[in-house]
Each structure stands twice: as structure tokens, then as C-alpha cells.
């Protein structure tokens, strides 16, 4: 009964490699989210999903990309991946306009 | 763009004791969130406030908007090992809550046996 989940928790993978992290939300929520999380903790929004029209993309690398087959997905494509992609990546959602936002687990990327 | 800057930083007390953070922002926010974060999870939300000079207590946690609309407080009082964690204040990253959060850099709390 996950309100918000991610798979897979953690991903390791080699530069230069595509991968794909998959969300689910079961709140019935309207609107999702994607965050990435540094190694110092800094929280910083790159997309959020609204009825499957992206509202904002936050100066992040063409290279991500999000994908929303319907209103309880939001999956995350990242092409050539990078060092610098290493990092936590949080989906979260949230009802229409509502800053009440619910976050998922967390999938931890390491790129080597 | 909108920054939070949350402070302090860091916090090592004792068990039992009472805990202050706080959050300030350059910009006026129409929304404050306090979340926590435990190791390997994502950010729970603990207190959500909506008008300015509001006080809202969840449990032992207490939080308050300021009146200017610029900067909110949390209190925890008589602090337990569970506590432990990464509190973050947010607000509304572009005015609307559906353009996601701004968040602060967090406040690290550590309990000392």
C-alpha cells in the first residue's frame, strides 16, 4: 500500500549509458514530480507533470528526459550519462495545485 | 531565483532537550513546509503552513510562518533518538504549487546518548 514508489533503489552503471527510473503513485494524485538530491542534500526540482503536460523543466540537461503514460507514472530517461548524474532521485506527487507534496524512497545513481 | 537559507546547519544535543531551526527566504512565500528526511528515504512532510503569523503544533513539533511572509521556525521540544534526521524547510518554487518545491539546505540533527 506505497503511496509513492521507485524502482529500482539503487542503479550503478557506466558513463555514457541510458537508463530509465520508473514511479508510481496509488494517492490518485493529478500532478508528479522529479528531484534530485546532491551529496550535500540540496533538494532541487528538474520536471513536474501535470495531467501529462510538462509545467516546468528546471535548466536540466536535455539528456533527461520524463515520460507520463498515464496520471500515476512518471518515469525518467536519462541518455549519456555522466559523472555528475550520480545522485539521489526522488518522484514525488501532489493533488492539482497543492504544495503538500509526497515523495517516493529515493533511487541512489551512480554513474562510474 | 528564490532561495531558502536554513539554519543552522547542524545540531548536536542531548536527549530530552529542545530543538530551533529556522528558515529564511529573499523572497515572500505563500506557503512554508517543514519535511523530515531519515537516512535511505524520502522527505516526509510534517507541517504545512498557510497564512502569515499561523502556529501549527503536530505532536511535539511546533511550527510558526512569519509575519513579514519571509522566514518560518520549527520547534521540537523534549527531543527523542527518533528524531534524528534532516529537517528541510520549502515553499512553492515559482509562486504555484504545481511548479514544485524550493527547498532549504536542511538542518542535520544528531541526538548524543
Known amino acids: ?72 507514472h512518471l518515469n525518467l530517461h536519462i541518455n549519456s550519462l555522466e559523472l555528475g548524474d550520480s545522485a539521489v532521485y526522488f518522484c514525488a506527487s501532489s493533488q492539482g495545485t497543492s504544495t ?7 533511487t541512489r545513481l551512480t554513474v562510474l | 531565483g528564490q532561495q531558502l537559507n536554513q539554519s543552522p546547519q547542524s545540531m548536536f544535543i542531548q536527549e530530552g532537550e529542545d530543538v530551533s531551526m529556522n528558515c529564511t527566504s529573499s523572497s515572500i512565500f505563500n506557503t512554508w513546509l517543514w519535511y523530515k528526511q531519515d537516512p535511505g528515504e524520502g522527505p516526509v512532510l510534517l507541517i504545512a503552513l498557510y497564512k502569515a503569523g499561523e502556529l501549527t503544533s503536530n505532536g511535539r513539533l511546533t511550527a510558526q510562518f512569519g509575519i513579514t511572509r519571509k522566514d518560518s521556525f520549527l520547534n521540537i521540544s523534549a527531543s527523542i533518538p527518533s528524531d534524528v534526521g534532516i529537517y528541510f ?10 511548479d514544485g518545491l524550493t527547498f532549504g539546505k536542511g538542518t542535520h540533527l544528531i541526538i548524543q546518548p
Not at chain 1, 100 to 106: H, K, M, Y
Request: hydrophobic share 25%.
Open chain 1, 100 to 106: 503538500e507534496q509526497f515523495f517516493g524512497p529515493g
Open chain 2, 89 to 98: 524547510c520549502a515553499g512553492p518554487h515559482s509562486g504555484g504549487g504545481a
Open chain 1, 1 to 72: 500500500d506505497t503511496a509513492v514508489s521507485q524502482t529500482p533503489k539503487y542503479l550503478v552503471t557506466q558513463m555514457g549509458n541510458d537508463k530509465s527510473i520508473k514511479c508510481e503513485q496509488n494517492l490518485g494524485h493529478d500532478t508528479m514530480y522529479w528531484y534530485k538530491q546532491d551529496s550535500k542534500k540540496f533538494l532541487k526540482i528538474m520536471f513536474s507533470y501535470n495531467n501529462k503536460e510538462l509545467i516546468i523543466n528546471e535548466t536540466v540537461p536535455n539528456r533527461f528526459s520524463p515520460k507520463s503514460p498515464d496520471k500515476a
